[in-house]
């Protein structure tokens, strides 16, 4: 069964500072990846996602995510951080078309706190 | 207007009461969901629909049914409410055919069973 692993639960930085959020699957053909955002409460929003092609992708709010093949990752990165992307973070994975029950099967979260 | 609403927003009820949620959604997608959030837990998929006869469990489905009225409403029902049903929950779409499977969420309603 695919699974998908955020290894940080809770990852504290100071606002400029950069972030990097990590991202592994376990799945044997490359699926789609998301990363969505939860803001205190608020629902998920999406902020980026990969489904083939360059692997370097950007979304919103200044954040881009890499995916690496070799590794089976996919992790979100933001050279400069701000006060207001203190949030949970999400990453989630889908199999390719024809190959998997069209479901989003989310890692645990990573909770961000920014420290001023 | 948000796309996908959900109502209540909150709610607390006692053991054994029946509670519905539902999720409305206007942007026309085919598919939807329903997930539950536990702190540390992630999103789990409780049941999903991919059209108004079509309709399947998720990972963690005991205890819990739904009903998908028509394409843009599907509802989600606790038949005899329990105290680790306590938790967060979102509705989400998507559309059929999309690459991929992006989802869309409604903004969530915290129900607190005592």
């Known amino acids: 069964a695919q699974s998908v692993t955020q290894p940080d639960i809770h990852i504290t930085v100071s606002e400029g500072a950069s972030l990097e959020l990590r991202c592994n699957y376990s799945?044997?053909?490359?699926?789609?990846l998301f990363w969505y955002v939860q803001s205190p409460g608020q629902g998920l929003q999406l902020l980026l996602k990969y489904f083939s092609g360059d692997t370097l992708v950007q979304g919103i709010k200044g954040f881009e995510a890499e995916f690496k093949r070799s590794q089976s990752s996919f992790n979100l990165r933001k050279p400069s951080v701000h006060w207001s992307d203190a949030a949970e973070y999400f990453c989630?994975?889908?199999?390719?078309?024809?190959?998997?029950?069209?479901?989003?099967?989310f890692g645990k979260g990573t909770k961000l706190s920014v420290i001023p | 207007d948000a796309d996908v609403t959900q109502t209540p927003r909150n709610r607390i009820t006692k053991t054994g009461k029946r509670i519905m949620l539902e999720c409305s959604q206007t942007?026309?997608?085919?598919?939807m969901y329903w997930y539950r959030q536990d702190p540390g837990l992630g999103l789990r998929l409780i049941y999903y629909s991919f059209d108004v006869k079509d309709i399947n469990k998720g990972e963690i489905s005991d205890g819990y049914s739904v009903s998908r009225q028509a394409q843009a409403k599907f509802s989600l029902s606790l038949e005899s409410a329990i105290p680790n049903q306590t938790a967060l929950y979102f509705c989400?779409?998507?559309?059929?055919?999309?690459?991929?499977?992006?989802?869309?969420f409604g903004p969530g309603t915290r129900l607190t069973v005592l």
């Open positions: 799945y044997g053909a490359t699926p789609y």
């Open positions: 989400a779409t998507s559309e059929r055919g999309g690459v991929g499977n992006e989802q869309f």
């Open positions: 989630a994975v889908d199999p390719p078309y024809g190959a998997g029950s069209y479901q989003l099967t």
């Open positions: 942007k026309g997608h085919d598919r």
